[in-house]
């Protein structure tokens, strides 16, 4: 017949813990065994060595290293490792009142939940385990287990080992859910700040496309006045030069006749009363060699002078000391000595063209 060793082997426990739990039951039952298996399963196993040198200090007292302990000496050895407990006490307590009394106590039973046990150990495992405190003898025999029964506790075992570790893992699968749960969420919130950021970008690159057609517009705007503007001027420069050859009178311009315009009302307002004081000089000075005409307006008591030094630093190409201008209608070249005299005084107030060269 296998022993209680070999039948917990059998059914898959670790060998450590299997010597561990008869260790702890003093070989008292494979019914015990199987308790404290299932209730230490994830408990870390003691060092045998260091459970052997405290019992031997603790029996010291009794026989020899070497010598078998019957019965009364594993009761008071289950004593003296409970001492100090109130259930083991009251074990302690039945068993004692049964030898007092000589009746034939061939187990021990808890008054709180009816188990029978076989010995003091067993009960007193059992007082640890459930906490009672109330025992007392009895003279039920516990008789051993058949095969039948065996088969039936080993079965129990599997059953509640299976539950147990069910139960761990839907607590752990609980806990995996809650974390997953956890880590998406901190993704999504990542994944929201990412799409306003997105969606941020997006409206700053349309807002700055948007600029760009605009300046590209105004871009576009400028080039084509500026060649509108540089059309007249040679369709202007061709009459004239054609004027000039048959003898003619050369056509106004279109400055010119805004600035006959101007000058012509400013006469008629002048023949009433008192010609109007005017205090600064509005010029358009068109360059020779073409381009965008420059438009300025200095004090009247501005010179000649300073005029070509304002032409000077628009346009770095033309040179300060021989630059000329001419006044188209009426038609006048300024010479280098008037360049030294007032706008006012040279007629050019309060507007004027010009053309430098």
Known sequence: MPTDREQLLDMGFEEARVDWALRATKNSGLQSAMDHLIGHGDDPIPDPSAQSASSGIGGGGGGGAGDPMDEDDEDAEALRAALGKQGGLAAAAAAA??????????????????????????ANFHAEKSGHDQFEESTEEIKPLTEEEKKAKLEELRTKLAEKRAGKAKVEAEEHKANEAIRRKGGKDIG????????????????????????????KAAIKAQIEADKRERAEKIAREKALREGKAPPPTAASTSTTTTATTSSSAGGEGT????????LQIRLSGGGQPIVVTLPSESTLQDVAEHVVSQSPAVDPSVVTFTRQFPRKLFARSEFSQSLKDLGLVPSAVLIAS
């Open 97 to 122: 009142s049964a030898a007092a009394e000589g009746a034939d106590a061939k187990s021990i039973k808890c008054s709180q939940c009816d188990k029978i046990f076989k010995n003091t150990a067993l």
């Open 275 to 282: 010609q109007r004081e005017h205090k600064d000089a509005r």
């Open 192 to 219: 929201v700040l990412r799409e306003e950021m997105k969606v941020k970008e997006s409206i700053k690159a349309a807002e700055q496309a948007r600029k760009d057609k605009l300046d590209d517009a105004k871009a």
